[in-house]
């Protein structure tokens, strides 16, 4: 009952935690077990009314286009590409690699969550779209078929898997030449696509950018209104938007459910757990191309696998329903799940971001290996021991541990929310939580478990 320092111990490859992490795991998951005990007997109509009010904070018209931004970031990109297959083959020196994985795929992840959906006004693709329409002209209405409209986000899954399954599973990820042609295909494929189907179609349903940082924007705590001609911005309770967002598609439950099987199995991916299930020393690992179909079939079973749980227990809340609303669970509680993606996301790539971020200022700075220090960091030194020093690696394991278990609990208060939304009767509610709050306590514990284990 009284609270004591327990001392864990974490580190990048070469640690492995031989201090008590059982007492970190059963501790966060008890967190959670806690917090839906004691929902269970909160007013939930109080939460709900506390929660829910927003803030202006400030509102302004804007005289500089909304384009100039995105049109930088157009640029960026296309320079990007442009140092991948021009500059230095080292995956460390060459900017594509280490901005991409790094400022792109986890910064840009932060700043949603900081600032709300900003990737609308930095999308290089739309800005490029509405060069292209100047260019050749066409009008901007869907003409594919079948229509997005029918398709939904099915679209954006095959991306996210197709993205997961390059980043964990492909040969060279990090290969500037390789990863330039990625950034290619998916810029011409991209603008194929919003001329195929229209551009408000396809960005809303297909770009997997676009629809993954818009889930993200959900999770902050500032909302936007109307950015293309005037400026009001919100102050809200951080996670509160996903009550806003009401129920989503079929596919739309099955993208969050996918974005958050990915970053669980890309944590899973290197763990010595997984490679035993392969037979696999991982003191004799032999790279990524002796487990290429491993990663594969693991990367889909992992999506399946969260599908059917996910469908299962949120099944179970229709059914103690008893009849009421049958199907609503499925599709509304799948927004719940979205802090916990995350939070996964978050605790994995923030140990490699704080060191490949580096890297990333370093090589802007000198893009074709050509002598330039245009930003004056060419020659700034790498600070590698943030992942090897104790100081270091415990605040970092700290942040890793609190933003699962924070995760988690915003998760199980959002459930709870919206389950109460859809019941007129509180104790019918409080029952029909128990399967979903099972699920969400077993994935705490598999997360710090993740989190812990030894990895490669």
Sequence with gaps: MLPATAFPHAGERGFIMLLPTTEWIVAGTLVVVATFCILLFAPSSRIDSVLTKQFALVSWRTTVPQDVLGLLFLLFYLLLIAAGFFGSSDPLSNPVGPVIWSWFWVGMVFLHLLFGNVWKILNPFDIAHRLLLKVWPRPDKPTGFPSLATLQYWPAIVLLICLTWFENASLSPYDPVNLARVMVIYFVVTLGFMRWFGREQWLHYGEVFTVYFRMISWLAPIYWHRPETSIRLELRWPFIGLLNVGALPLSGTLFVLIALACVTFDGA?????????????????????????????????????????????????????????????????AVSLVPIAFGYHFAHYLPAFTLE??????????????????????DRPVIASVRSSFVSIKIIWISQMTAIVFSHVVSVLIAHLVIEREFGSAGRSRISELPYALLMICYTFIGLWLLSTPSL
């Design 269 to 333: 991916s290197h763990t010595y757990w997984w490679l035993s299930l392969w037979h696999i020393n991982p003191l004799e690992f032999g790279g990524r191309s002796t487990v290429v179909w491993q990663s594969s079939f693991g990367l889909l079973a992992a999506c399946c696998l969260l599908a059917v749980l996910y469908i299962a227990s949120a099944g179970c809340v229709d059914r103690l329903r008893k009849g009421e609303n049958v199907g609503k669970g499925i599709s509304t509680l």
């Design 357 to 378: 971020s580096q890297f990333a200022l370093n090589a802007v700075s000198d893009p074709f290996a050509l002598g330039w220090n245009l930003f004056g960091t060419a």
